[in-house]
């Protein structure tokens, strides 16, 4: 029988969870991934908010299975109350064939979005708008995309073969690829030399534009996309990318 994306997600997590040398702090990442507080996961799961905490800072002795299973179906009960998003997110990285420790998010949008409205929820500034003209943030106006992927960009390019990372742009490459844990941004973009097409628009997480790799402008003209950089904290950025369109 095939598992649902609630089985595989509870799987993941609890995996996650019992292999760690820090499973506390491991429960307490995983909530603040659903953006649960202690007191709401207490009471989905009927224990007091001390029992979560002595749990996550390591008071009480390593969660049992048992336990883990109640902080994790406690977890989904709240996700699937609010709407599922966490469960969707998770599915569609796992229907693309990737781990999530690789791709935060993958999501196609129902209709086009402008990628000023997309650098705008993400708080992005444009390097160069992809057509040869770096700082040419006018001539951009017009142009949209049709979903993202944000990705980490240590796991994907030590992981990923060239045809796995053609995989990111889903189910088209009119997108913005975001690429999280970047240094000056010379990896990710040197990696997409070797995936055509190129996408619409690649955004360089956690970095400013002064600490930009000297060339970066330059390559994403050479290969007609748009570039972006942005400093927005990473949760934060996926919340509103969840608002999006």
Do not use: C
């Not at 402008?114 to 040419?136: H, I, K, M, Q």
């Not at 951009?140 to 995989?167: D, K």
């Amino acid at each position: 029988m095939e598992r649902t994306a609630r089985q595989q997600l509870a799987e993941h997590i609890a995996g996650e969870v019992t292999m760690s040398d820090d499973p506390g702090a491991t429960l307490a990442k995983w909530r603040e991934e659903f953006d649960v507080t202690g007191a709401a996961l207490a009471d989905a799961i009927d224990v007091s908010p001390s029992v979560v905490s002595d749990y996550e800072s390591g008071r009480r002795d390593s969660p049992g299975i048992g336990v883990v299973r109640r902080f994790v179906e406690g977890l989904l009960d709240i996700d699937e109350a609010r709407g599922g998003d966490r469960l969707r997110q998770f599915a569609r990285v796992l229907s693309a064939g990737f781990e999530s420790d690789i791709v935060h998010d993958l999501r196609e949008y129902p209709a086009t979005v402008p990628l000023r409205r997309f650098y705008s929820a993400v708080d992005a500034t444009e390097v160069t708008d992809g057509r040869g003209d770096a700082g040419g943030r006018s001539r951009g106006r017009g142009r949209s995309v049709a979903g993202h992927t944000v990705i980490n960009s240590i796991e994907a390019i030590s992981r990923l073969s060239s045809e796995e990372f053609y995989r990111l742009y889903g189910q088209s490459t009119n997108r913005a690829l975001v690429f999280t844990n970047v240094t000056r941004g010379e990896g990710p973009l040197v990696a997409l030399r070797v995936v055509k097409p190129t996408p619409t628009a690649v955004v360089l997480h956690g970095l400013s534009e002064a600490a930009l790799w000297e060339h970066a402008p330059e390559l994403a003209s050479a290969d007609g996309y748009s570039l972006a950089v942005t400093e927005q904290p990473l949760e934060e950025m996926l919340a509103a990318l969840r608002e999006l369109p």
